[in-house]
């Protein structure tokens, strides 16, 4: 999955048997939710042959941060499986609207090619196995399982 | 989230390949309700990650669970529940987990044999994988080779292989070879959120990726273990058969999302409390449970006609390679088995007959010949239970006993089970080194990812021996045969 190019923005796990797993950092909760999607990405192709054609928008609203951030993982492997999509580019915008997180994403990517695209795992599901998202001094930290 | 202990819990040996932990090993609230029970030689035992003894004995604090919460021989850390892991609970005071059946809902093994011998097939085994690699999509973002309409959606999800075979995708006699006929009853499409219907329009007659794959498999005459109940099964030294492995793909995995979002926030409510937040569940009363199962029938249904459709592909790329029709190369279905289920069924506990909803995750149902729904055609053999092993080291055949309904509510294991992370296994082993040693050792690999290769390694499972020996000490499931990998398709 990720190579050094991605230090400081995410690092996969050996943490589960039979799955994939990735901590991702940021600054801010913006970064950190845009990051775990770079890793999905990554954990799907190498999103760097992934040209972004095609734009997509995701809105979710939540009162549990972490439920947040697991939906908006799992919305992007449905977008994937249901559209043909890999996605390399990820804009967030979480708002903190008083007991109620609200999220917007603009993805961009472009529909599945074999030929161009290299095939790596197909993510059944974003599970809460492990799932943590906390705040430190240096900014937040996820902890993702992935079920592949 | 859960935490590993550094040791062991006290495991107490009962058999000589039955293990259990004390309900004392968690005392407090959510307390464990039964012992927790593993399946394993002293061998296997030794190797099971820490994870197996954390989470099955998790399950063991679950309301409603009957007898003991199981984990089979190859078990590994999972979810929620282990992999490999086996539970009843009362349908009336217990509850239903998604996280005890998985994402990938009816994932499951189907067995298709032919009159073909190695002889036959040894010369165009090339151009017979190559064939069925561009016949069965695999891979991530693979398309399916039926696209439905979202009526047709609807009659694949209560109707399943049925549908199948009425549109032309199989023949009629593959029905009663099918766990459930192909068709679970009480799947309600109204239960199907918006976005797994679509997750799910272009998914049918496709493998998908990890370790789901089609293998062309041969039969040795030194691995025939019974030669009765090989020959009842249909089974002949040197044949070539055909194993399939894969699930619901996107539509089980979008409607057990849906599911374990719609329970988490629940649970409080219900006065349920869970040590992981995988083992979400809902009171299997409630409306919700009841509207889960109803859709993850449908999910079920749905992985039956996707391996009936892979099925359809594979006879007629046999057919194109021999220049014969499916039915005179004698490509008739063994059987088809779901090993990521919840069923309700009835089992003797303490003496009386009691309705219970078993989760197997990871594991085999394996009923007996007595057993009623055991299909009328293997009434003296048991019903078969299809074991996948690694790519590398081949599989089994094996049948269902009558003593498996009282030793573990009628389950076996489901295949080898892994030893290593895919994170370790991809450092360890090279994608394209591994598929020249296994074409040196004839066996031909057609996959869509290197990376995805490596991470099937044959080291990076458990002794499929130790773990299919383990379940016949239990008296448990019986070995027909061994089949060994001669090609193999994956994702």
């Known amino acids: ?148 | 989230m859960i935490q590993l202990p550094k040791e062991r819990p006290p495991v107490k040996q009962i058999s000589e390949v039955v293990w259990e932990i004390s309900p004392d090993y968690k005392k407090d609230e959510p307390k464990m309700l039964v012992p927790a029970r593993i399946y394993a030689t002293k061998k296997l035992m030794e190797q099971m990650d820490m994870g197996i003894f954390e989470q099955i004995s998790n399950v063991a604090c679950l309301p409603g669970i009957q007898k003991a919460a199981m984990a089979m021989p190859d078990a590994h850390w999972g979810y929620g529940f282990p992999v490999g892991g086996v539970a009843a609970f009362d349908t009336k005071t217990g509850i239903i987990s998604p996280g005890g059946i998985g994402y990938d809902i009816n994932c499951g093994m189907r067995l298709i044999r032919t009159d073909l011998t190695w002889d036959d097939i040894k010369d165009k085994l090339k151009p017979l994988v190559d064939t069925l690699f561009k016949l069965v999509p695999a891979g991530v973002g693979g398309h399916g080779t039926v696209k439905l309409t979202p009526q047709q959606h609807k009659e694949v999800m209560v109707d399943g292989a049925k549908w199948c075979v009425k549109n032309n995708y199989g023949w009629q006699e593959d029905i009663e070879r099918i766990e459930d006929s192909g068709a679970i009853e009480g799947a309600d499409p109204a239960k199907v959120s918006e976005s797994a219907v679509k997750r799910g329009a272009a998914g049918l007659g496709t493998l998908g990726s990890g370790n789901h794959y089609l293998e062309i498999q041969v039969v040795k005459k030194e691995n025939i273990y019974d030669e009765k109940l090989a020959k009842s099964l249909g089974i002949f030294p040197n044949q070539v058969c055909i194993m399939v492995h894969c699930g619901s793909r996107g539509f089980g995995h979008q409607i057990c999302t849906d599911y374990v979002s719609n329970f988490k926030p629940k649970m409080q409510g219900w006065g349920l409390k869970t040590r992981d937040f995988e083992l979400a569940c809902a009171p299997f009363q409630s409306n919700e449970a009841q509207d889960y199962l109803a859709a993850m029938r449908c999910a079920a249904n749905y992985a039956f006609a996707n391996r009936q459709l892979i099925m359809h592909r594979i006879r007629e790329g046999f057919s194109k390679i021999f220049n014969q029709d499916a039915e005179k190369l004698g490509m008739n279905l063994i059987y088809d088995v779901a090993h990521n289920i919840a069923k309700v069924e009835k089992h003797t506990i303490d003496g009386k007959t009691k309705e219970v909803v078993m989760h197997r995750k990871g594991a085999t149902r394996a009923f007996g010949p007595n057993r009623k729904e055991t299909p009328k055609i293997y009434r003296d053999t048991g019903q078969p239970v299809i074991v996948g092993g690694s790519m590398e080291t081949g599989s089994f055949l094996c049948v269902g006993t009558d003593h498996a309904e009282l030793e573990t509510f009628g389950s076996t294991m489901h295949g080898s089970g892994r030893t290593m992370s895919r994170t370790a296994a991809i450092k360890q082993f090279q994608g394209k080194k591994l598929y020249d040693d296994m074409l040196k050792r004839g066996i031909y690999v057609k996959s869509v990812s290197w990376e995805g290769l490596a991470e099937e390694a044959g080291l990076a499972y458990k002794d499929i021996n130790q773990v299919v020996d383990t379940m016949e000490i239990a008296d448990v499931s019986k070995k027909v045969c061994r089949l060994v990998p001669v090609g193999n398709v994956k994702g």
């Open chain 1, 1 to 148: 999955m990720a190579k050094s190019k991605f230090a400081g923005k995410f690092k996969p796990l050996d943490i589960v048997t039979a799955e994939a797993a990735f901590e991702s950092y940021g600054k801010t909760l913006d970064e950190v939710f845009a990051n775990s999607a770079l890793a999905i990405a990554e954990t799907m192709t190498d999103s760097a042959k992934v040209k972004p054609k095609i734009k997509k928008s995701i809105r979710l609203v939540n009162s549990d941060l972490n439920a947040l951030l697991v939906d908006f993982l799992n919305e992007i492997v449905r977008m994937t499986d249901t559209d043909k999509l890999f996605f390399s580019k990820f804009k967030t915008k979480i708002t903190d609207a008083g007991g109620t997180w609200i999220l917007q994403a603009e993805l961009a990517g472009e529909k599945i090619n074999p030929k161009k695209h290299e095939l790596r795992a197909d993510i059944k599901a974003v599970t809460w196995h492990m799932f943590e998202l906390k705040e430190s001094k240096k900014g937040w930290t996820a902890r993702v399982v992935l079920d592949i």
